[in-house]
T-cell receptor
Framework: DAGVTQSPTHLIKTRGQHVTLRCSPI?????VSWYQQVLGQGPQFIFQ???????GRGNFPDRFSARQFPNYSSELNVNALLLGDSALYLC???FGRGNNEKLFFGSGTQLSVL | GESVGLHLPTLSVQEGDNSIINCAYS??????FIWYKQESGKGPQFIID?????DKRQGQRVTVLLNKTVKHLSLQIAATQPGDSAVYFC????????????FGKGTRLSVIA
């Protein structure tokens, strides 16, 4: 069975541009979460979506937005990119909406902002 | 600030020895804990989890211990192998509400052959 898949694997952008990252959850999983991981740090929570609705949002500016589609895949959008947005963006899926569920992570999208 | 942290940023162990990775958490409402392993260029990989109604849980070569009194979590890896070299994160979440999984900064485990 395929795990969580993310695309693209690597991306280089310049300041001010926008970016769209994509994620497909494990088959049967209805919840998708997005995390940002800066080099040398643990992942930081950005969003959680369940059944196409936002269920949680981390401490990130409005430049960050996301959505979940009827097939449970998800997109993360970041506008007006800043150098500090350079990070590994991780998508994770879980079956339900509960917070006491293990998350299964994809390999991430490495975003570099120049 | 983060509610989960680790005592040591790096840990070096001899192949075949046991490894112990520690984690402190500050949110007394947290009742679900997970250890993840992250290898270079990959996403975090689930290792083992434990709920607050338990103080010990064992998996294959791994054991997680939870001490709620001092809000401490540890991961023990038996007979450490070169393939265990990675960064290990503990993560925690309360059972109620929409609080997501919160990760600590991680400990880098290096296995010396």
């Amino acid at each position: 069975d395929a795990g969580v898949t993310q695309s693209p694997t690597h991306l280089i952008k310049t300041r001010g541009q926008h970016v769209t990252l994509r994620c497909s959850p494990i088959s049967g999983h209805k919840s998708v979460s997005w995390y940002q991981q800066v080099l040398g740090q643990g992942p930081q929570f950005i969003f959680q979506y369940y059944e196409k609705e936002e269920r949680g949002r981390g401490n990130f500016p409005d430049r960050f937005s996301a959505r979940q589609f009827p097939n449970y895949s998800s997109e993360l959008n970041v506008n007006a990119l800043l150098l500090g947005d350079s990070a590994l963006y991780l998508c994770a899926s879980s079956f339900g909406r509960g917070n006491n569920e293990k998350l299964f992570f994809g390999s991430g999208t490495q975003l570099s902002v120049l | 600030g983060e509610s989960v942290g680790l005592h040591l940023p790096t840990l070096s162990v001899q192949e075949g020895d046991n490894s112990i990775i520690n984690c402190a958490y500050s949110n007394s409402a947290s009742d679900y804990f997970i250890w993840y392993k992250q290898e270079s260029g990959k996403g975090p990989q689930f290792i083992i989890d434990i709920r607050s109604n338990m103080d010990k849980r064992q998996g294959q070569r791994v054991t997680v211990l939870l001490n709620k009194t001092v809000k401490h979590l540890s991961l023990q890896i038996a007979a450490t192998q070169p393939g265990d070299s990675a960064v290990y994160f503990c993560a925690e979440t309360p059972n109620s509400g929409n609080t997501p999984l919160v990760f600590g900064k991680g400990t880098r485990l290096s296995v010396i052959a």
